[in-house]
């Protein structure tokens, strides 16, 4: 390979030197500045990219090859001389430095001359406008000492799109029918223009004669060529003389472009008749299948294209020698799909040697395409001969998109405490077909940070147009299934569905793959309760505020339990609790804390000062919401021993609190006692919602106050006041998917007749 590309260059480098006498403008100016019997001139300024010539220097894709002169006062050339190079260009009225060099100084060799490549790698370019006096294009400067010095001008195009894409014309041939083995040659001329209409000269064309004939230009057999100063070639096409040359010869001109990557091709047909002009009557055609006869939509990873043979016999079964014109008609018509160019659906296409092929192309849509043959033999304008060739199957390409979801209501128990849910993704081409059935989709799933593990499993490989749990199936979709315990209830996975590509996966090569998450981009799946039981209960059902001894208000520690399906405790469950009545809400704790709010300080007045809730701003150890350290954003109060004393500093950034347990006295190793956290249950956002302990328990403390019960009447003479009875309704909901709630329980407050308290 590497021979090859030095190759390459060492043929790029002579043809260039071939046109050395040209300029790529007659406008652009080369000087040479002659001093002490020394001369510097440019002889070649010539647009180049990778190693080939082209028609313009474009910044990002194309430079100048640059070649100087160093002579003496004799005209010798001077060798090792060394030469370096500037460039510049007039911006405003000020000239600023524009593009680089590959090397900024050359040593002359034996032919005094150096080389040298100029390009521009980015900016605007600089293109000479010719209606003012001065050259706004890209000068450079070769100097040779302090005072020897040539310049040379040149345009650079600031982007591709100024010049791109070229047009490619061949004339007709002269003559358009050539008798076979006469060496009377059929003459064409092609022709190269820019975007802008200005001939693109000095560039390599390739021509091809195909399998009948050769091309000449001046007595020499040649495959390329080089534009002229007009964009032009001209050449004459010779048949091989051979019998089997009889029929349509077509003659092609290509310019592939070596860094946009992009070609522009032209044609002509020449007609080469039999010199006996043997007549020959067509009398049936035939279309073998097409091979192959199975291709994809465009840009779907596999062979796009096939061809469609038509054969035309006459009445002895012999193929038809003459040139005669098919139609080919597709039908039905596919979006995008078409006959040897885009666009085109109905076509004639001369045979050779008895046969005529054109090519079906896919377009965006998979289906079944077929093509409908005709022969009009004696040219009359009617077509007596039609046939039609077997059906091309186009497919949908590989995958490009892919969508999965997930169906919680379809959660069903499999037995042992476990569940299973069905997930689905459907798999498209790039033009949103479902690909072909059998594409393997791969499944995972993985837990939410700050959560490392989740009881939960997907099964990890299924495939397009498998069955779901109801055993039916579908083009395109890939059914799988959630399967997780009682642990996992209420928790969030981030489930994951991969396909892959036209790419991959192979060995040695990145696979191309396809991924998504389910819920798009939040990727998150809740893991359902199944209903099993949310019961409520408290700890008192009857209060009176007036006896034994009078109260304000009481707390009532309600307690809400949750099974699953199985009778298994449902553990970090969301439970949220309601009440007619409530005054405030607060959190059952073994250990206290300091009602301060975020600052830890007492009547400052700041965020969650006396909420009857352990306030924080969950941000972990470094107390900044931008780290993702231990403790951040996991819904706990967290302590951390910072100092490495092995005493934890019992508070995030919040409200302390005493580590000392359910009786909240140090020494009495009760639960909760010296052990880095705070104990008990507690409210997310301070709102009235508790997760489930290890027994499926959720905790909170209502709050009543005394003034439920409403004054009724005073009695003038003892001054007893009597009240109405007042009975508060409690529930609690579980807040994950499916949402369940408790039965209401009813507590009985009551204000018995007293002294105390009246209006």
């Given at each position: 390979?590497?021979?090859?590309?030095?190759?390459?260059?060492?043929?790029?480098?002579?043809?260039?030197?071939?046109?050395?006498?040209?300029?790529?403008?007659?406008?652009?100016?080369?000087?040479?500045?002659?001093?002490?019997?020394?001369?510097?001139?440019?002889?070649?300024?010539?647009?180049?990219?990778?190693?080939?010539?082209?028609?313009?220097?474009?910044?990002?894709?194309?430079?100048?090859?640059?070649?100087?002169?160093?002579?003496?006062?004799?005209?010798?050339?001077?060798?090792?001389?060394?030469?370096?190079?500037?460039?510049?260009?007039?911006?405003?009225?000020?000239?600023?430095?524009?593009?680089?060099?590959?090397?900024?100084?050359?040593?002359?060799?034996?032919?005094?001359?150096?080389?040298?490549?100029?390009?521009?790698?980015?900016?605007?370019?600089?293109?000479?406008?010719?209606?003012?006096?001065?050259?706004?294009?890209?000068?450079?400067?070769?100097?040779?000492?302090?005072?020897?010095?040539?310049?040379?001008?040149?345009?650079?195009?600031?982007s591709k799109d100024d010049v791109w894409p070229y047009?490619?014309?061949?004339?007709?041939?002269?003559?358009?029918?050539?008798?076979?083995?006469?060496?009377?040659?059929?003459?064409?001329?092609?022709?190269?223009?820019?975007?802008?209409?200005?001939?693109?000269?000095?560039?390599?064309?390739?021509?091809?004669?195909?399998?009948?004939?050769?091309?000449?230009?001046?007595?020499?057999?040649?495959?390329?060529?080089?534009?002229?100063?007009?964009?032009?070639?001209?050449?004459?096409?010779?048949?091989?003389?051979?019998?089997?040359?009889?029929?349509?010869?077509?003659?092609?001109?290509?310019?592939?472009?070596?860094?946009?990557?992009?070609?522009?091709?032209?044609?002509?047909?020449?007609?080469?008749?039999?010199?006996?002009?043997?007549?020959?009557?067509?009398?049936?055609?035939?279309?073998?299948?097409?091979?192959?006869?199975?291709?994809?939509?465009?840009?779907?990873?596999?062979?796009?294209?096939?061809?469609?043979?038509?054969?035309?016999?006459?009445?002895?079964d012999n193929l038809i020698d003459e040139p005669r014109?098919?139609?080919?008609?597709?039908?039905?018509?596919?979006?995008?799909?078409?006959?040897?160019?885009?666009?085109?659906?109905?076509?004639?296409?001369?045979?050779?040697?008895?046969?005529?092929?054109?090519?079906?192309?896919?377009?965006?849509?998979?289906?079944?395409?077929?093509?409908?043959?005709?022969?009009?033999?004696?040219?009359?304008?009617?077509?007596?001969?039609?046939?039609?060739?077997?059906?091309?199957?186009?497919?949908?390409?590989?995958?490009?998109?892919?969508?999965?979801?997930?169906?919680?209501?379809?959660?069903?128990?499999?037995?042992?405490?476990?569940?299973?849910?069905?997930?689905?993704?459907?798999?498209?081409?790039?033009?949103?077909?479902?690909?072909?059935?059998?594409?393997?989709?791969?499944?995972?799933?993985?837990?939410?940070?700050?959560?490392?593990?989740?009881?939960?499993?997907?099964?990890?490989?299924?495939?397009?147009?498998?069955?779901?749990?109801?055993?039916?199936?579908?083009?395109?979709?890939?059914?799988?299934?959630?399967?997780?315990?009682?642990?996992?209830?209420?928790?969030?996975?981030?489930?994951?569905?991969?396909?892959?590509?036209?790419?991959?996966?192979?060995?040695?090569?990145?696979?191309?793959?396809?991924?998504?998450?389910?819920?798009?981009?939040?990727?998150?799946?809740?893991?359902?309760?199944?209903?099993?039981?949310?019961?409520?209960?408290?700890?008192?059902?009857?209060?009176?505020?007036?006896?034994?001894?009078?109260?304000?208000?009481?707390?009532?520690?309600?307690?809400?339990?949750?099974?699953?399906?199985?009778?298994?405790?449902?553990?970090?469950?969301?439970?949220?609790?309601?009440?007619?009545?409530?005054?405030?809400?607060?959190?059952?704790?073994?250990?206290?804390?300091?009602?301060?709010?975020?600052?830890?300080?007492?009547?400052?007045?700041?965020?969650?000062?006396?909420?009857?809730?352990?306030?924080?701003?969950?941000?972990?150890?470094?107390?900044?919401?931008?780290?993702?350290?231990?403790?951040?954003?996991?819904?706990?109060?967290?302590?951390?021993?910072?100092?490495?004393?092995?005493?934890?500093?019992?508070?995030?950034?919040?409200?302390?609190?005493?580590?000392?347990?359910?009786?909240?006295?140090?020494?009495?190793?009760?639960?909760?006692?010296?052990?880095?956290?705070?104990?008990?249950?507690?409210?997310?956002?301070?709102?009235?919602?508790?997760?489930?302990?290890?027994?499926?328990?959720?905790?909170?403390?209502?709050?009543?106050?005394?003034?439920?019960?409403?004054?009724?009447?005073?009695?003038?003479?003892?001054?007893?006041?009597?009240?109405?009875?007042?009975?508060?309704?409690?529930?609690?909901?579980?807040?994950?998917?499916?949402?369940?709630?408790?039965?209401?329980?009813?507590?009985?407050?009551?204000?018995?007749?007293?002294?105390?308290?009246?209006?």
């Amino acid at each position: 390979m590497i021979t090859k590309i030095i190759k390459l260059i060492l043929v790029s480098i002579s043809i260039i030197l071939a046109f050395s006498s040209l300029s790529c403008d007659d406008r652009k100016a080369s000087n040479t500045v002659t001093e002490e019997g020394l001369s510097l001139s440019f002889i070649l300024s010539q647009p180049v990219a990778n190693g080939s010539t082209v028609g313009e220097a474009i910044v990002g894709y194309a430079g100048v090859y640059l070649i100087v002169e160093l002579r003496d006062a004799d005209g010798q050339p001077v060798k090792g001389g060394v030469v370096t190079f500037s460039s510049k260009v007039l911006q405003g009225s000020t000239y600023s430095s524009y593009g680089e060099f590959d090397v900024n100084s050359v040593t002359t060799g034996s032919d005094g001359r150096a080389f040298v490549t100029y390009s521009a790698s980015s900016g605007g370019g600089a293109v000479d406008n010719p209606t003012t006096p001065l050259f706004e294009n890209v000068e450079v400067i070769a100097y040779y000492g302090e005072n020897v010095e040539a310049s040379s001008r040149f345009d650079v195009y600031g982007s591709k799109d100024d010049v791109w894409p070229y047009t490619f014309t061949m004339t007709s041939p002269t003559p358009e029918e050539i008798t076979l083995a006469a060496e009377t040659p059929s003459n064409l001329t092609c022709r190269l223009l820019n975007k802008s209409g200005t001939p693109v000269r000095n560039v390599i064309v390739q021509l091809d004669a195909g399998e009948k004939g050769y091309i000449e230009i001046d007595d020499n057999v040649v495959s390329s060529d080089t534009t002229n100063n007009n964009g032009e070639i001209s050449f004459s096409f010779q048949d091989y003389g051979e019998q089997e040359n009889i029929g349509i010869a077509i003659v092609k001109a290509t310019f592939q472009h070596p860094s946009i990557n992009s070609s522009v091709i032209d044609s002509s047909t020449i007609s080469i008749v039999s010199e006996v002009g043997l007549v020959q009557e067509c009398t049936y055609v035939e279309i073998p299948s097409s091979v192959p006869d199975n291709i994809v939509v465009k840009d779907g990873g596999g062979i796009e294209s096939t061809s469609i043979k038509a054969k035309l016999y006459d009445d002895n079964d012999n193929l038809i020698d003459e040139p005669r014109l098919v139609r080919f008609v597709l039908n039905p018509i596919m979006e995008g799909t078409y006959l040897e160019e885009p666009g085109i659906t109905d076509t004639s296409v001369y045979t050779v040697n008895g046969i005529a092929t054109v090519s079906v192309n896919s377009g965006i849509t998979p289906g079944t395409v077929r093509v409908e043959v005709s022969v009009d033999c004696d040219e009359d304008g009617d077509y007596e001969i039609n046939a039609n060739a077997v059906p091309v199957i186009i497919a949908s390409g590989a995958p490009y998109y892919i969508e999965p979801e997930y169906d919680p209501n379809s959660t069903t128990p499999i037995g042992g405490g476990f569940y299973k849910t069905q997930c689905a993704a459907i798999v498209y081409d790039k033009w949103y077909n479902p690909v072909e059935d059998s594409t393997y989709v791969y499944w995972s799933i993985d837990p939410i940070a700050p959560d490392t593990l989740i009881d939960a499993f997907v099964e990890g490989i299924s495939f397009t147009g498998n069955e779901n749990l109801d055993g039916d199936s579908n083009s395109g979709v890939a059914y799988s299934t959630l399967v997780y315990s009682t642990d996992a209830i209420g928790d969030f996975g981030r489930v994951k569905a991969t396909t892959f590509g036209s790419d991959g996966p192979d060995e040695d090569t990145v696979a191309d793959s396809v991924t998504a998450l389910i819920n798009e981009d939040a990727g998150d799946a809740a893991l359902f309760f199944l209903p099993g039981e949310l019961s409520l209960t408290a700890n008192a059902t009857y209060h009176d505020f007036s006896l034994p001894n009078p109260t304000e208000e009481v707390e009532i520690t309600v307690t809400a339990i949750l099974i699953d399906f199985y009778g298994n405790p449902v553990v970090d469950a969301p439970i949220s609790f309601v009440g007619t009545g409530v005054e405030a809400w607060r959190e059952v704790g073994y250990e206290a804390y300091d009602d301060f709010g975020v600052d830890g300080s007492n009547g400052t007045g700041d965020f969650g000062e006396g909420n009857g809730c352990f306030s924080w701003r969950d941000y972990g150890a470094d107390d900044s919401s931008q780290t993702t350290d231990m403790g951040t954003f996991n819904e706990t109060h967290d302590s951390f021993d910072l100092d490495g004393d092995g005493i934890h500093d019992v508070a995030e950034v919040s409200e302390p609190f005493d580590d000392f347990g359910v009786d909240q006295i140090e020494g009495t190793n009760d639960l909760g006692e010296k052990n880095g956290k705070w104990d008990g249950y507690s409210m997310i956002n301070c709102e009235p919602i508790v997760r489930t302990d290890q027994d499926g328990y959720a905790r909170i403390i209502a709050v009543f106050p005394r003034e439920l019960c409403i004054w009724q009447a005073t009695d003038d003479e003892t001054g007893i006041c009597t009240f109405e009875d007042f009975s508060a309704t409690m529930s609690s909901t579980l807040l994950i998917p499916q949402i369940t709630t408790s039965d209401p329980l009813d507590i009985q407050l009551v204000r018995t007749q007293t002294t105390i308290g009246c209006p």
